[in-house]
T-cell receptor
Framework: LAKTTQPISMDSYEGQEVNITCSHN???????ITWYQQFPSQGPRFIIQ???TKVTNEVASLFIPADRKSSTLSLPRVSLSDTAVYYC?????????????FGRGTSLIVHP | DSGVTQTPKHLITATGQRVTLRCSPR?????VYWYQQSLDQGLQFLIQ???????AKGNILERFSAQQFPDLHSELNLSSLELGDSALYFC??????????????FGPGTRLLVL
């Protein structure tokens, strides 16, 4: 079963680019990689999803190397409002059903 | 606003009691997921329903049960409550049955406190 590993916490400053890497050595062929953002006492919110190579949207970029054993979420020019917990999610198939498994997430703190 | 609603927002009860949490998915979504989030366990998947039927089961205790009704809203029932059940309970919905590519839309959560 795919399991993810992320740094527990990261610190950054306003205007900097932040890269959060997630390891998923046992990722399965049909697994997608999805990142969610969660603010305190709120439900997680979808940020970006990818299968391979690079994906970019208006919020972030996701880099996935060819072996897909890791992925990197890139947040350009972070602001204070980007302070949140970021989760890397990789699907786990179990008997045909999908078990969404969130790791402990990475707590990002953006400083002025 | 994700379009997913959960009631109640807060719930305080005593050990041994039973509570019901309610979730209404986004319009058009057929799948509902339930999660528990506590400080020491992180976000744990409990169970998923798709169009009224159980689709996937995670680390859900036997004291907990859920169902999805014909109008697609879902209820999570927690019984014989223990102090350790105190947590945030989130509901999420998606449009399709399952699959790692499905984006989930989370509700605001129900905060349960067991005294």
């Amino acid at each position: 079963l795919a399991k993810t590993t992320q740094p527990i916490s990261m610190d950054s400053y306003e205007g900097q680019e932040v890269n959060i890497t997630c390891s998923h050595n046992n990722i399965a062929t049909n697994d997608y990689i999805t990142w969610y953002q969660q603010f305190p006492s709120q439900g997680p919110r979808f940020i970006i999803q990818g299968y391979k190579t690079k994906v970019t949207n208006e919020v972030a970029s996701l880099f996935i190397p060819a072996d897909r054993k890791s992925s990197t979420l890139s947040l350009p020019r972070v602001s204070l409002s980007d302070t949140a917990v970021y989760y890397c999610l990789v699907g786990e198939g179990s008997g045909g059903s999908y078990i969404p498994t969130f790791g402990r997430g990475t707590s990002l703190i953006v400083h002025p | 606003d994700s379009g997913v609603t959960q009631t109640p927002k807060h719930l305080i009860t005593a050990t041994g009691q039973r509570v019901t949490l309610r979730c209404s998915p986004r319009s058009g979504d057929l799948s509902v997921y339930w999660y528990q989030q506590s400080l020491d366990q992180g976000l744990q998947f409990l169970i998923q329903y798709y169009n009224g039927e159980e689709r996937a089961k995670g680390n859900i205790l036997e004291r907990f049960s859920a169902q999805q009704f014909p109008d697609l809203h879902s209820e999570l029932n927690l019984s014989s409550l223990e102090l350790g059940d105190s947590a945030l309970y989130f509901c999420a919905s998606s449009s399709e049955a399952s699959g790692p590519q499905e984006t989930q839309y989370f509700g605001p959560g129900t905060r349960l406190l067991v005294l």
